[in-house]
């Protein structure tokens, strides 16, 4: 496996010369932090209220962390996810969800901007795909840009004592010559970043037990604790 762009969570395989799971190289010069984004709180320190959900040390974004699956025509079908237990962040109530914030290592487009989706789970039981029922949706045209904090409104509600699940995916576009990587650092973490994508097996994997144990996920969900 290398590092690489783009998948969903559904689709057809597609071909293309050397796929893998690429990471770009480090850009050169000083790494910015994520544009005007303010560390978010933890989760649970209001006991109601507002509450921004987040396993991310840090919002800041750094160069050649992000991975994703690829072939040298563009992204292949990736999805990237992060994965909250309400109860253990110490969450009591309901949730309603009002907006997803995730990071953008690298975008590059064959027409200038390209589609990705924001999708908003509950899980229950084993973090499988079967177990997954999506509670809401969103999507956000990125134009090409390195480096940036893209904030997508989205509306979902999350019962009490349950698990969301925020993925971020991207189609195949290969056909359309897209590429993308998620932003990232290695600031450490409260959980894992989880990956799926047409280079790996069927259900989400842990990205460190794959060999990418500093690629931590930059995302964030905001939302209003019942």
Known sequence: MAS?????????????DGDGIDQPDANQGD????AG?????DAGDTGGGPVTLTHSNSMGLEAATGIACQSGFGDKKNSWYRVFDLPAMGIDGAVDV??????????????GSQPVT???????GDFVVANLTQIG???VIVPDEEL??????????????STLVAEITVPNGEARGDFFFPGANSAGQTGPTYVK??????????AADIGFPDFHLVLSVDGVEQ
């Open 4 to 16: 690489g762009d783009g998948d969903d969570t559904d689709g057809d395989d597609s071909s293309g």
């Open 31 to 34: 790494t910015p932090d994520a």
């Open 37 to 41: 984004h303010e560390d978010p709180p």
């Open 98 to 111: 009002s907006q997803v914030t995730f990071g953008v290592q690298e975008a590059s487009a064959g027409d």
């Open 118 to 124: 924001v999708k908003l789970h509950r899980l229950q």
């Open 137 to 139: 949706t969103a999507k």
């Open 148 to 161: 940036t904090i893209v904030n997508v409104p989205i509306t979902a509600s999350i019962a009490a004592g």
């Open 197 to 206: 994508s047409e280079c790996g097996g069927p259900q989400p994997e842990d």
